[in-house]
């Protein structure tokens, strides 16, 4: 099991929100698999997202991400997951202007010690942007930004891939682009998606899908 | 409908508190250090305006003659001749604890001199003009005195300046022992018709238009620029605060703006209301600064006075009374500088279309793009400032050069930086470190209006510095040289004089007699000194340019030594004939610095000075005795004498004086060049903080690809560091070049003497480590803001960004 999530709780302080975003949720995900997270706004799915991915904690539960009890991380603990059995994608792609695509691309893996060239070659190849290379991000189209996101998760060879609402700025051809290459990449390099989506066209193309309503698995 | 759409622009003040106060208290620094120095020219201008005008040298034509004292057969051959002239007779003497100028009038004919005595109404007229006759000087003067016995009663009046004592001219030869002379003859306005001409019945005499400005504001104007430079420098830094956060405020309120033009508001009402807003901030501001700058100016006016007192002998009142047009100008200012801070966000606006979104970068302003377009405007600019120098003589031509200079330099520093940056990010090691570069150059745009008050203040810290530094260097040194004396004893009567130098000199190695006549040259007054063949002068005296027989030539009576000043300002170097009296004319064999003092000095032998200056007073003299035994002969001729401790002083004490003079004399641009430090680090900090909502979208991404917020923390520490330390690098040679300008230029201009530049490495490094630090504590505060934030927060930058 890579990713187990039991009966997890989570509230923001001084929302003035009494009922919890997320209210005993739980799931779980095996290495290799698609799973995906569909729900209304509000519902607290990119929540549950950013708390699998060590970027949040929660008020009780416990989310347990290849053997390791996430609750019982600090915070340089939670980092060092981040830098190694997961990465994100996120919908505003959130890449490094200050660096250019190269760069971009082969960042996390490096931050993480698990600088692979040869496999970030094959990436860029495969993700179309061996052209771009030298660009910075403004440089590039939204579909093109995205692609550079996913490649520079993928470049760590992560066990689990994060991604949240990763086509939602995108137009439909693109977001077809991007999701096609999304899968064909983790699919090849055996690492588990847990994606977030509105869209219930995306979520039926991955193994499971999983719907979110008010804090709880419907 | 303008209510309301005012008091939603207005909304955004209360969610931005910080923001409020940075740009208030930008303002109101900016407007404080500005009026400080108004105050502080104000107050002198007046003192000596005052000045002139009781003393009536500013709106009449005078008499003096070549040779420093005008007979009294002149004055008598005047009167006779139907010219209405009144005649004043000036020295310097010591009263109680302090040398004051004595000025004899004649009361009867003198324009104003009669308003004093009209002052005291229970004083005869009889009294001022009868021995011992009255003493009037300002109650400052007098308590300056101290409670010692003068030579004739004194009586204080408000309608003196400070340093000046007024008499009947009888009592003044008396007190000053120099019966029978006139300094100068007032040629009073009201002549009868048919006058014989000047230049018939006193040929001798040279007649001096009257004045448009007193000496005293012509020896003062340099001090009183480099005063205003400083202010306006600082008034600049304080801007650079106000432009960063205006420019911020009308950004972040873009979709305020947008949706009130979409509900109907006009953009011409907006942009009222927002000039209106300006002006009201502007006001408050405005009001704080002045609160701040009479504080300022308050403290720093003591040390003004008497380093012009010092320096110049410019009569300045300790005290600081305020006009109503120093408010009015210091309002005006904080309003014009609002406007200037605030006038790109408005055109900005003006120029912005209905439906642009709000963004956070453009306000930042030049970006990494447009660094060739600021290159090319500081090189320009640094052009225009050499232009300015080739162009205008004198002081205006060098504060020209300092200000393209500065303002180039200033435009150049973000280019400069971006260069660097690149060139390290390129040569960077790690994936930390080359993010780090390339953020860091990234970030130049926000804080490059900080970065370059920065430059500013570091370099006129370096700049001024330097001067001060290697002017104290030198004047330390040449005080060595000059006062070579062991003893140097002043006495109170020419008689008494002559016994003090028979008891000397079996007591001491030498006596030499310190005795000079006063003169003019090419129209400025001229001290003409005689010394003795003595071996002192020859191996002490600080020449900076001579003959090889030099002390021959000058003992023999053909030659004459010059100050720096007048050999500047006469153009006069060793080998050019230069005429001291009608009938005396010498060659010019060495020129001597001369520190401190704003006239022209020549040395003639003693011999040449007492045959051809008339009346030349013998009562001081430098004594020569091994210092060992100094102290003794200094107490034995005290009490063989009855003489005041002021009278016999040593080396060491005058050397102190002169030091302590010089001291005062930097110590109000040391303050300035302090604060204008700390507005350019309060700069850093107000672009650190306005930059801190800008930042988050830049590092949650690498926080979310596992980089702990400890560890960013730290980055942006270092960077702020970075930043500050290489401004810092690159204000060195900056700070350099202005220290060549001020010494070599601005230096020779203002006092008429060039100084040695010394450079002090120590010094940079002490400041580059203070700018670091300034660095790091600007950014301390966002930094813990970064450390503390909580994930969600962080998390909102990848759910929230529009």
Redesign the interface.
């Known amino acids: 099991m890579l990713l187990r999530v039991q009966d997890v709780t989570k509230k923001?302080p001084g929302t003035g929100v009494t009922r919890p975003v997320l209210d005993g949720v739980s799931l779980q995900l095996n290495a290799g698999e698609t799973l995906a997270l569909t729900g209304e706004s509000g519902s607290g799915k990119?929540t549950l997202l950013?708390l699998a991915?060590a970027?949040?904690?929660f008020d009780s539960g416990e989310i347990l991400l290849d053997g390791k009890a996430l609750s019982r991380l600090d915070?340089?603990g939670r980092?060092?997951?981040?830098?190694?059995p997961v990465a994100?994608v996120?919908?505003?792609f959130?890449?490094?202007?200050?660096?250019t695509v190269a760069?971009n691309l082969?960042?996390?893996a490096?931050?993480?010690e698990r600088f692979d060239p040869d496999w970030i070659a094959r990436l860029t190849e495969r993700l179309g942007l061996s052209e771009f290379v030298a660009r910075y991000p403004e440089q590039l189209s939204g579909g093109q930004q995205q692609r550079v996101a996913i490649g520079r998760a993928l470049a760590l060879r992560p066990r689990l891939l994060l991604a949240?609402e990763p086509t939602g700025n995108l137009d439909e051809i693109a977001s077809d682009r991007v999701l096609d290459l999304m899968l064909e990449l983790v699919g090849a390099a055996g690492t588990a998606l847990f994606l977030v989506t509105h869209s219930t066209e995306i979520a039926a193309r991955l193994d499971r899908h999983l719907h979110l309503r008010a804090g709880r698995i419907a | 409908m303008k209510r309301a759409a005012f008091m939603a622009l207005l909304s955004y003040w209360r969610r931005q508190p910080g923001q409020l106060v940075t740009l208030l208290l930008g303002l109101a620094l900016a407007t404080g250090l500005w009026s400080a120095v108004q105050a502080i020219n104000d107050q002198a201008r007046s003192s000596y305006a005052l000045a002139a005008e009781q003393l009536g040298a500013r709106s009449l034509a005078t008499l003096t003659s070549a040779t420093g004292a005008i007979p009294l057969k002149r004055y008598v051959t005047l009167r006779r001749a139907g010219w209405q002239v009144s005649p004043v007779l000036e020295g310097r003497v010591r009263l109680g604890n302090r040398w004051v100028t004595l000025m004899g009038v004649d009361f009867l004919s003198h324009p104003t001199a009669s308003t004093m005595q009209e002052q005291q109404p229970e004083l005869a007229p009889v009294d001022v003009l009868t021995p011992p006759g009255r003493l009037f000087a300002h109650p400052a003067t007098v308590d300056a005195l101290g409670p010692g016995k003068t030579p004739a009663p004194i009586l204080r009046t408000d309608g003196l300046p400070i340093g000046i004592v007024l008499t009947d001219i009888a009592t003044a030869e008396r007190i000053l022992g120099r019966a029978g002379q006139i300094s100068r003859l007032l040629v009073l306005s009201d002549q009868p018709r048919d006058l014989p001409a000047l230049s018939e019945i006193v040929p001798d005499l040279t007649l001096t238009a009257p004045q448009r400005e007193t000496d005293i504001s012509r020896l003062t104007d340099s001090f009183h620029m480099n005063l205003t430079a400083f202010g306006f420098l600082s008034f600049a830094v304080g801007l650079f605060i106000v432009h960063g956060t205006i420019g911020l405020a009308f950004e972040q309120r873009r979709g305020t703006i947008r949706t009130l033009r979409a509900l109907g508001v006009p953009l011409a009402a907006i942009s009222r209301l927002l000039l209106i807003e300006l002006m009201g901030l502007a006001l408050v501001s405005g009001a704080l600064g002045l609160v701040m700058g009479y504080l300022v100016a308050a403290s720093l006016l003591p040390d003004v006075s008497a380093t012009l007192r010092g320096l110049y002998g410019a009569p300045v009142q300790g005290g600081l009374s305020l006009r109503p047009s120093w408010f009015v100008s210091g309002l005006g200012m904080a309003m014009v500088g609002a406007l200037i801070a605030g006038g790109q966000g408005l055109g900005t606006l003006y120029r912005l279309p209905l439906l642009s979104a709000p963004g956070q970068q453009r306000w930042l302003g030049a970006s990494l793009s447009q660094m060739p377009v600021m290159a090319t405007a500081g090189a320009i600019c640094i052009g225009l400032g050499g232009l300015g120098l080739w162009l205008f003589e004198g002081l205006l031509g060098g504060f020209a050069l300092l200000a393209g200079l500065m303002l180039g330099a200033a435009l150049l520093l973000p280019p400069m930086l971006a260069f660097v940056l690149g060139q390290i990010a390129r040569r960077a090691k790690g994936v930390v470190g080359e993010w780090f570069w390339a953020d860091l150059r990234s970030t130049l745009p926000g804080l490059s209006l900080a970065l370059m008050a920065l430059l500013l203040a570091l370099a006129t810290n370096i700049g001024v510095g330097t001067m001060v530094s290697s002017f104290r260097l030198t004047f330390t040194g040449w005080l060595d040289q000059r006062l070579a004396a062991e003893l140097y004893v002043t006495a109170p009567k020419d008689d008494i004089a002559q016994d003090i130098e028979a008891w000397l000199i079996p007591r001491s190695d030498a006596v030499l007699p310190i005795r000079y006549g006063e003169g003019h040259i090419l129209g400025q007054p001229v001290r003409v000194y005689g010394i003795a063949d003595h071996p002192t002068y020859r191996n002490h005296w600080p020449l900076i340019d001579a003959q090889p027989d030099v002390w021959q030539r000058l003992g023999d009576g053909s030659g004459v030594l010059i100050n720096e000043q007048l050999a500047r300002r006469a153009d006069l170097w060793p080998g050019a004939r230069m005429t001291l009296t009608p009938e005396l004319s010498a060659e010019v064999v060495g020129v001597y610095s001369d520190y401190g003092n704003p006239n022209g000095q020549a040395i003639v032998a003693l011999p040449v000075l007492l045959a051809h200056f008339k009346g030349v007073a013998n009562r001081q003299f430098g004594v020569r005795i091994p210092q060992a035994r100094a102290a003794d002969l200094a107490d034995d001729l005290r009490q063989t004498f009855d003489l005041p401790a002021s009278a016999v002083l040593d080396q060491s004490a005058i050397k102190a004086r002169s030091l302590a003079v010089f001291e005062k004399t930097f110590v109000v641009t040391a303050a300035l060049n302090v604060l204008t430090l700390g507005v350019a680090s309060f700069a850093i900090l107000t672009s650190l903080l306005t930059l801190w909502t800008l930042r988050l979208p830049q590092v949650a991404p690498i926080w979310a690809l596992g980089m702990t917020r400890r560890k960013l923390a730290q980055l942006e520490l270092l960077r702020s560091t970075a930043l500050a330390a290489l401004t810092a690098v690159l204000a060195v040679p900056l700070g350099l070049l202005l220290a060549w300008i001020l010494l070599a230029v601005i230096n020779v201009d203002a006092f008429g003497w060039r100084l040695p530049m010394y450079i002090f490495p120590w010094d940079w490094l002490l400041l580059t480590a203070l700018a670091s630090l300034a660095g790091a504590v600007a950014a301390a505060l966002p930094a813990h803001r970064l450390r503390s934030t909580p994930p969600s927060d962080l998390l909102k930058v990848f759910s929230s960004e529009s």
């Open positions: 923001y990119s950013h991915g970027l949040d904690s915070d340089t980092a060092a997951l981040r830098r190694g994100l996120f919908q505003q959130n890449l490094i202007s200050s660096l760069q082969s960042f996390h490096r931050l993480g949240d």
